[in-house]
Structures are given as structure tokens and as C-alpha cells.
């Protein structure tokens, strides 16, 4: 069994993931850079990330540092939990310490697999190591307080997972056995096309975008937004992708609204309760629920479309709204096959014999 994981990330997901992984007895290194060191101190102090909600109990890393040569030193895997805009930043910073045999794995991907490797070869990493990622997140948390997590849903230690290329995810899911049960996704664009938040974060927010802006640090996506009208949205682009998913030649995901019918069933749904009252946000437009889910699952969706000949109109008009808002041009700017480097000549059955 793995013994040693360095956690990158010092937000919400990688406090959970510290402590999460600290408590099922891994030696945990946690680690982010000097802008986070107050909250490494406040873990220390506090003797460890406690989690509530939907997951219970005090995990203590074995390290927590800011010196990203001791955080990479001697770890088996190394998981990065950051926002998707964050990606490149972490890759350039641990790229000079990796060393042969080492896993990574971004959680979510986001197809953040491609930015490591297009950092590592340009910084000229000779060391092998393998570049994974998970299909949405560890799980749905928020800092509740100092050295504390609040987690929706109890942590789930099942999900799946693709490397880059595909034929290393097999290695890496061995690897994990006896610390977290993942399986395979066919490939990276798997899980990123599956991505949940696409379905229930990009249409809430721009709908809510008055809202938010009112409420701020107030405001509750879950509680607030989810009005007959925008889970008709949500149900049409959920439609919409769907039907590339299916033109892929996969299956989509059973119930991805699942979330949405029980926030608006609460009644019926009593183990939604942390969820819909802890899961906060956004307090701005400027923010993940736009930049991530536009630029990554969304962007690709509409990539994958055009290359199997469908259209997505909503969708394409909400991330029009969203890029208006931000000034940032979702598509254009966004992980789609061609800024990966899958040029229009290219079948998608030639793109993902390449991954």
C-alpha cells in the first residue's frame, strides 16, 4: 500500500484530502506556497484539519511546508488539488523536483494532464512519472473555520480515474489499492466531459448573476438559484451534452441532475441536508464556477460537438454571457481539442488512439 502522498493545495479540497488521508494512516507531506503558510500554522496550532458534516474526524499531516523541494522529495503520488487556473502555476513549481516512479494526480483533472505535460516538456523533465486525473472532485467541501472542513456528503474512497496516455491508469489504480478504490475511464476526456458542475453550476450562476452580486459572501447557489426556470436550462444543456456523449460512443452518467432533484426535494432527501446548507457560493462572477466549468468541461463538450457535427446553442449562449461578463473568451481560450493540439483534420477515434 501507498505510504507516502503529498497533498498540493491548501484550499478546502486539499485541507480534506490532508486530513482525510492522514486519518487512514498515509504520511501525509501538505503543501502550497507562502500565501498559505498562516493556515499551516493554524493546523499546527490547532493539532490537526478537523472534518464535519459529512465526514468526521481529526487528521494530522506528518509535514506542511511551503518549500516545494520538500514537499515533492520522496512522495510515491503526489495529489494536486488547485483550480484549473491554477494548474500550470503548480506544474512549474514542482516540475524541477519530480523524480522517476512518481504518480500525480489532479483532482478534478480537467484535463490539467495536458498542461503538466506541455510544462514538463518545455522545463525538460527527464524524470518518468505518471500524470492522472479524477472525474470530479475528492468531494463537495468548504473552510468552515481554522484547520476545519465541512464536507456535503460523507467521502466516498470509490471514482474513477484515466492517465495520460491510458495505458498507464491501470498502474496508477494498483498503486492506490488499500487507500482509495478507483476504476478506469477510457481516457482523460472521459471524466471531463462527464464533469457534473458543468451541468449544475454554469447556468445557475449566470441566472443568478443579480443575486449573487446583492448577497455576496451571503449567497447560496443550492438554496437560491435552482427556480423552475434555470433547472429548465439546466435540463437543456444536460440534453445538449448528452447527445455528445452518446455521439462518443459512451453512456452518460446515470442521473447527472441528481443533485438538483434533491435540493429542490429536500423533503424527501434528508441526507442532502449538510450539503444544501454548507455548500456556499459563488460570492462573485468572478469566480470558479464560471472560469472552471466554462473553460474546461464546457469548452470541450462544444469542441467534441463540432467535430461529431452536433450543435449546443444553449450552452454556447451561456458561456457567450459568462465570457461577457469576465471578459474571457471561454471557447476560444478554453481546453478544447485544438488548443490541446488535436488539429480539425483529426477523427475522434484518430484523438483518442493518442491518448
Known amino acids: 500500500m501507498v505510504e507516502r502522498i503529498t497533498v498540493i493545495g491548501a484550499g478546502s479540497t486539499g485541507h480534506a484530502v490532508a486530513s482525510f488521508l492522514s486519518q487512514r494512516g498515509v504520511q501525509v507531506t501538505f503543501h502550497d506556497d507562502e500565501r498559505w503558510a498562516q493556515r499551516f500554522e493554524d493546523i499546527r496550532e490547532l493539532g490537526g484539519i478537523t472534518l464535519r458534516g459529512g465526514a468526521h474526524g481529526t487528521g494530522m499531516p ?109 498502474k496508477v ?30 447556468a445557475c450562476t449566470i441566472l443568478s448573476a443579480a443575486e449573487i452580486e446583492h448577497k455576496g459572501d451571503a449567497y447560496a447557489l443550492f438554496q437560491y438559484s435552482l427556480t423552475p426556470s434555470v433547472v429548465k436550462c439546466i435540463g437543456k444543456i444536460r440534453e445538449e451534452r448528452r447527445a455528445v456523449i452518446e455521439a462518443l460512443g459512451w453512456t452518460e452518467r446515470p442521473n447527472p441532475m441528481g443533485t438538483i432533484e434533491k435540493m429542490t426535494h429536500m423533503e424527501d432527501h434528508p441526507e442532502a441536508r449538510n450539503f444544501y446548507t454548507y455548500m456556499t457560493g459563488p460570492n462573485s462572477l468572478d469566480h470558479r464556477y464560471l472560469h472552471e466549468d466554462c473553460s474546461c468541461g464546457a469548452a470541450l463538450a462544444i469542441s467534441f460537438a463540432k467535430r461529431v457535427g452536433l450543435k449546443m446553442p444553449v450552452l ?18 478554453g481546453r478544447t481539442l485544438e488548443n490541446l493540439g488535436f488539429g480539425p483534420e483529426l477523427t475522434v477515434e484518430e484523438i483518442f488512439q493518442m491518448v
Open 62 to 170: 506528518v509535514k506542511m511546508t511551503t518549500d516545494p523541494a520538500e514537499a515533492v522529495r520522496g512522495a510515491e503520488f503526489i495529489f494536486v488539488n488547485v483550480m484549473s487556473d491554477r494548474q500550470e502555476e503548480i506544474a512549474r513549481r514542482i516540475a524541477p523536483y519530480v523524480e522517476d516512479g512518481q504518480h500525480i494526480l489532479i483532482i478534478p483533472g480537467n484535463l490539467g494532464s495536458f498542461v503538466f505535460r506541455r510544462v514538463f516538456d518545455e522545463m525538460g523533465v527527464t524524470a518518468k512519472v505518471t500524470l492522472s486525473e479524477k472525474e470530479g472532485n475528492f468531494c463537495a467541501c468548504r473552510l468552515s473555520g481554522k484547520a476545519e472542513v465541512t464536507t456535503g456528503y460523507a467521502i466516498r474512497t470509490n471514482g474513477k480515474i484515466a492517465s495520460l496516455p491510458a495505458s498507464d491508469t491501470q
Open 173 to 202: 489504480i494498483d498503486a492506490l489499492k488499500g487507500v482509495l478504490d478507483y476504476s478506469p475511464n477510457k481516457n482523460v476526456f472521459e471524466g471531463t466531459i462527464h464533469a457534473g458542475n458543468v451541468i449544475n453550476h454554469i
Open 316 to 333: 454556447e449562449a451561456f458561456l457567450g454571457v459568462a465570457g461577457a461578463i469576465n471578459d474571457r473568451d471561454y471557447i476560444g481560450g
